[in-house]
């Protein structure tokens, strides 16, 4: 009996097989999170997404969206390629800002186990900060 018990417990100890898929929103999470840590990189979505969630902000579900705004991802094997659309700040460099955006977000992802094959960025718009202007006396 010893003996069989042994055999049980060896085939149970194998992995089994199958096979494992990441969704192209865990991508867009990944993504925006590590864009949005990016120093110059005011937002995320076209004008329309940033509209509307203006406007979720306003009745209480300011989370809504937010965590894939402005991102798309295909993921395909162990490849992704990655979209996003940015708001960059005034007085930020678009090429130096986008090359630090595609650097951590490759790096982010390739902590996944994915390689990026491609992260492609359009810039939407620009966000000018006002600030208050002193009356001259």
């Known amino acids: 009996m010893d003996l069989e018990a042994t055999r049980e417990l060896t085939r149970a ?3 089994a097989g199958g096979t494992t898929q990441v969704a192209d929103e865990v991508i867009e999470k990944i993504a925006v999170a590590a864009a949005r840590a990016v120093p110059g990189v005011a ?3 076209g004008d329309v ?3 509307f ?3 979720l902000d306003r009745v209480g579900l300011d989370q809504v969206g937010d965590a894939r705004r402005g991102c798309s991802a295909h993921v395909t094997g162990d490849a992704a390629v990655v979209n996003l659309v940015l708001v960059i700040q005034a007085g930020r460099q678009v090429a130096e800002v986008s090359g630090q955006v595609r650097a951590r977000v490759t790096e982010a992802v390739e902590t996944f186990g ?3 094959d491609e992260v492609n960025i359009r ?3 620009l966000a000018i900060s006002e600030t208050p202007t002193t009356p001259s006396a």
């Open 49 to 51: 997404a940033r509209f």
């Open 53 to 55: 969630n203006a406007v």
């Open 114 to 116: 994915l390689r990026v």
């Open 123 to 125: 810039v939407d718009d």
């Open 13 to 15: 100890s194998v992995p």
């Open 43 to 45: 937002d995320l979505g």
